[in-house]
């Protein structure tokens, strides 16, 4: 698959993946409130899309490079980290859910991880995964869902007074330790909360399936 | 599972998606969340929001070769991954890491009580404690946090009951005696940020020793 095809044939390329959604559950229009990055990393992680993950390169390369820089970095190893962290995204693919996840979340974690293992000789310790079968069928409300409950977040972080938005910034840039995380950050996680335990709940009601056939 | 009712306090779920926790909190709180499923989602709303101010940020402008370099990348082989280890038992994943995938080493503190230290270091230790049913763990302040969470059986101090799954978190303000339910023997994984104060006279002598 070459990179260099026309932005319509890249489009509709990337619009096809949407269909892998059921149709019979909800009410589906093509690319409906679901995000063009959920759309291009879907299109990564069910058809190897390279074109797709160009666009992905270039909306959060920039974004990642920014962000790791204000975390304190330099502008050589903020590339490297990018490079890293995209093909992490390229190699783990099959692992973004986006019943519980966002691209942006998702490549927020694998970043955080990259800058840990670079400081820490262990690593970061992690939960144990779950995972989904290869046959899962997403459930398009809970995507939907998760999309619009993520796209409300946005909303109430542009909202917020500079000084506060800064705050919540440092905070996840890792600039204030838990100890200085004392207030909520006044977000609005709770709904998001809520939403990914739908997820996880379905989630836990498949794999008991599998191993109950 | 679904009967834990002591919870990751909302500023450490954020510090662990942040990644500022020290190891030895971050191993606790990873445990708690691989048993947990109310916390696994406030982890995951935590990484949303961390994703929400990496989206919202000013981007930085990359060298001309980045781009292509990457695609260039995508044929080569996967980079070689730190297998996720597995839980074994009662322990979860992030504890089996913790003992490297081996046994406890469980060592005497007296009284039918045992520890397993997993890490000690300047940020503060990690260890595995095993308290008899009935006993007590030796009455003990701390200068810093200490997390302690149940893996197997139960206890209770001044500030309520903890099983499976419960996580108690105390700061130096508390002043506890954590004595094991009945039943099974209770197994805790327990971190401090800093080395655990006794106040009977005996086992501060004997805190270098056992580096508690």
């Known amino acids: 698959m070459t990179v260099d095809m026309t932005r319509d044939e890249a489009a509709a390329r990337t619009q096809r993946p949407v269909r892998f959604v059921k149709r019979e559950k909800r009410t589906v229009t093509d690319g409906q409130e679901i995000s063009d990055q959920t759309v291009w990393m879907l299109a990564v992680r069910d058809a190897r899309d390279k074109a797709a993950f160009a666009r992905l390169f270039d909306f959060y390369g920039p974004r990642l490079k920014g962000f790791v820089m204000r975390g304190g970095m330099d502008a050589a190893l903020a590339e490297e980290i990018v490079q890293d962290v995209m093909l992490t995204v390229w190699h783990k693919a099959a692992q973004f859910d986006p019943e519980r996840a966002q691209v942006s979340g998702w490549i927020y974690q694998i970043t955080r991880n990259r800058q840990i293992d670079t400081i820490r000789r262990t690593g ?12 899962h069928e997403p459930d398009a409300g809970q995507v939907l869902a998760m999309e619009q409950e993520a796209g409300k977040l946005k ?6 007074k500079p000084d506060q938005r800064a705050m919540i910034e440092k905070a996840y840039l890792g600039d ?9 950050t006044g ?13 996880l709940e379905r989630l836990r009601h498949e794999l008991k399936e599998l191993r109950e056939p | 599972m679904s009967n834990i009712t002591h919870h990751i306090p909302e500023p450490m779920l954020a510090a662990y998606a942040a990644g500022t926790l020290p190891p030895v909190f971050e191993t606790v709180v990873a445990t708690h969340v691989s048993m947990c499923a109310a916390c696994r989602a406030g982890m995951q709303a935590h990484e949303i929001a961390g994703g929400a101010v990496l989206e919202a940020g000013d981007g930085a402008d990359l060298s001309d070769a980045l781009k292509s370099d990457v695609l260039a990348l995508l044929d ?7 297998p996720a280890p597995k839980r074994k038992g009662i322990y979860p994943g992030p504890v089996m890491a913790a003992l490297k995938n081996r046994e406890p080493r469980w060592k005497s503190l007296g009284m039918g009580v045992r520890q397993s230290i997993l890490m000690d270091g300047p940020d503060g230790s990690l260890r595995l404690l095993h308290i008899p049913p009935g006993r007590a763990v030796p009455d003990h302040g701390h200068n810093g946090i200490e997390m302690t969470l149940v893996l197997q059986g139960s206890f209770a101090d001044e500030t309520g009951t903890f099983g499976v799954g419960d996580l108690e978190v105390a700061d130096e303000e508390l002043e506890h005696t954590p004595v094991a339910g009945e039943g099974l023997p209770c197994i805790c994984l327990a971190a401090t940020d800093a080395p655990l104060r006794f106040r009977t006279l005996m086992p501060r002598l004997l805190q270098p020793l056992f580096r508690i």
Do not use: V, W
């Open chain 1, 124 to 135: 970061r310790a992690m939960p144990e995964e779950l995972k989904h079968e290869d046959e």
């Open chain 1, 155 to 160: 909303q109430a972080l542009g909202r917020l």
């Open chain 1, 176 to 184: 204030l330790t838990h100890q200085e995380i004392r207030e909520q």
């Open chain 1, 187 to 199: 977000l609005p996680l709770g709904t998001i909360k809520s939403r990914i335990r739908l997820g």
């Open chain 2, 76 to 82: 080569g082989p996967a980079p070689e991954d730190r």
